[in-house]
Every structure is written in C-alpha cells, then in structure tokens.
C-alpha cells in the first residue's frame, strides 16, 4: 500500500532511530543515562496535585469541558501575562487553553495554512514548528535560528525570493534547540519587520520561565507596543511547573488568529479534563517559589554538565536559558554526522543525547543534550564521555567514514 499524502511529506523521524537503540542496550543490561529527550524529571508542584485530586470525581467534572479552556483558567493566564510581562489581555477573546504548547501550534497551522502557503521557520528548530504546515500543506522555507543584525537580511532575501509572498514567521526564544535568547530590541525590530511586510508572528515561548540570569529574564514579543496587531504567543506548562504529561499549554495574542485557532478546535477536541484545568489554574495562580526551586535545580544541573563534560575534554559554553545545551560535535567526529555520533555516545559511552540533524540540516554538526537528570547522573555521563573520547583514537580507528545526512 502507497504511503498517504500527509505521511510522505514527513520525513524520518530521527529521535526514533536513537531510541530504538537506547532500547536495545538496556535490553542487555547497560545503564544508558539518558540526556536526550526533553522531558522533566522533577514532580509538579504538591499544591498544584491537590487541587487536581480535590477536583477530581466531583459532579460534572468527568462530563466534556471547553474547547477553548474553562474561564477560570484562561482569566488565570491573563493574570500570569499581566504580572509576569506587564501584557493585558481579554481572557474571553485573546486566550486559548490547548493540550500543550506542541498541539497548539499544529492546530494553528491548520487554521491559517492553505496549499502551497509559504512560512519562515527557523533552521535549527523544534520539529513541529516546521512539519505543522508541512502536515497542513504550506511550504518551509529556512531562516537562521541566532537573533543576530544577520537575522533581518535574511529574512528580507527570503521575502524577496519566495513565491508566494511567506504569510508567517516561527519565532522560539529561550530557543530549543539552541538555547539562543531574543532582547525586546530584537522583537521591537521582529515586529516592525512583520508588520512592513504583511506577516503573522508566531512566538514559541515555552521556556520564559527556565533562565539562569535572575537580571534579565525573557520577555514576551507582545511586550512590544501594538505586536499584539500581528502576534499570537504560545507558552507551557511542561516545564515551568513540570507538568508536561498534563498536556497543558496556552495562546494567546491576536483575537483574529485565536478565533481561528478555537473554531478549528472546536471541530477536534473537547479540551483537556477539567481537574487538569482547574489544577493548572491553581498553578498560574499559586505561589511562584516553586518556579525559583526548578530554576535553581536546573541552574545546577547546567553548571554540573559544563564543569564536568569540560573536565572529560568536551567543552562547550554554558547556556543561558532552556533546559539544553546546543553543543558541537568535537571535531574528529563531525564528519560522522549527529546521527551516527549519537548512536555511538550510546553504544561506547551509555549517554543519551539527541542528534541535531533532527531539528534541521543546519544542526549536524551538533547534539542537544538535556538536564533531565539529576546532578550525580550528568557527571556519570561526563566520566562515561571522558572514557570514551580517550579511548576513541584507539578503538574507533576503523570506523567507515558516513556521508551526513541532509
């Protein structure tokens, strides 16, 4: 049977590869310390679990919710905004509850895509941010990920170059995979530029709350006077509460685009179970020290992983923000590409990273390591590291060089 339309626009899924052989590994025995996906290992906040088991088995509780969330919910969001960014918002009509920020973005696409419609994305870049309108049948067209002066010329060269004219640009600050931060100048020029040239700003913030920087934390791009005209702003309470099997995430922004965004919805679910609605609630609304506490545990994890992978030979910069490093292949590896290096890191040195080549060509010559475990476990995979780049020159002396993938 023929592969289905939607199917072979899709390319492979590289994470799958690694995982299949993280799996087979631990079949035999070996402790693989997994630094690859990004998937929080701290519990959600206690009070947050109370008010979910307090809701829960209630009368109605357990009937159909809202599509679009609950009003004490998406009213709890507004707050947020208001007191996190100094951004007002009307919960009625410029917020919209989705199950995470992933299904929000995918369903956005559906909403504002048509054949053939062209949408800027970042290169390196999270996978839905790209494959999104590839499923809804628009066109990527690649732009850097680094906010840098050579962001703009850019993205003039891709306006001018592609046909049709692009109708929208992804933006993703704390970046993942690269950890890049973006500065309100930055978004002030974003939104300007978007407005000259008639483009819808589609900001991935879910990391605002996972910096290291207590000075400086991540602004909105709705912060930006009138941004609001053009924005419509994704945030996720995967990881500031570390709620990510919640499947609970949030846009907000433009009424135009969320109205478009809730009546495709509207057509495909119900919205998350309200105990997990009332629960989230209770987070936006609750005591921010359990924030501090996941910044602090991250902020440790990431000296921890910088100190002692540099110790075992691999340095890299520490990130400023996010839960990953965006890290270089060392050099007499890189003509392996990242997938072929990743799968070794697991069979010679039991670490788990994910390769870069899964977030675009542009990050081959990377691996994305997260701090999903706790201290003791990063530096056992730095000695494990450590092991196997000194050993490398002798053992791996006839490994088959590999065309990258791309």
Known sequence: MADFHRIKRLPPYVFEQVNKIKAA??????DIVDLGMGNP???APKHVIEKLVETAGKPRTDRYSASKGIGGLRRAQAHYY????????????????????????????QAITGPGDVVLVPNPSYPIHAFGFLMAGGVIRS????????FFPALERAMIHSVPKPIALVTCYPANPTAYTASLDFYR?????????????????????????????PPSMLQVPGAIDVTVEFTSMSKTFSMAGWRMGFAVGNERLLAALARVKS??????????????????????????EMRDIYRKRRDALVESFGKAGWEFPAPAASMFAWVPIPEKFRHLGSLEFSKLLIEKAEVAVAPGIGFGEHGDDYVRIAI???????????????RFLKGADHTLHNIIQMPKAG
Do not use: W
């Open 372 to 386: 999903v475990e706790n201290e003791q476990r990063i530096r056992q995979a730095a000695r494990n590291v450590g």
């Open 267 to 292: 057509y495909l679910d119900y919205g998350a179970y309200t105990p997990i609605q009332v629960a989230a609630a209770a987070a936006l609304n609750g005591p921010d020290d359990c924030i501090r």
């Open 25 to 30: 590994e631990r079949a035999k025995g070996f």
């Open 189 to 217: 020029d974003l939104v300007a530029f978007a407005k000259k040239h008639e483009l819808i700003l589609l900001s991935d913030l879910a990391y605002a709350e996972v910096y290291f920087d207590e000075n400086d934390p």
């Open 41 to 43: 290992d701290l519990p």
């Open 143 to 150: 732009v850097p990920a680094e906010p840098t002066p050579a």
């Open 82 to 109: 208001e007191r996190r960014f100094g951004v007002k918002l009307n919960p009625e009509t410029q917020v919209v509850a989705t199950l995470g920020s992933k299904e929000g973005f995918a369903n956005m696409a």
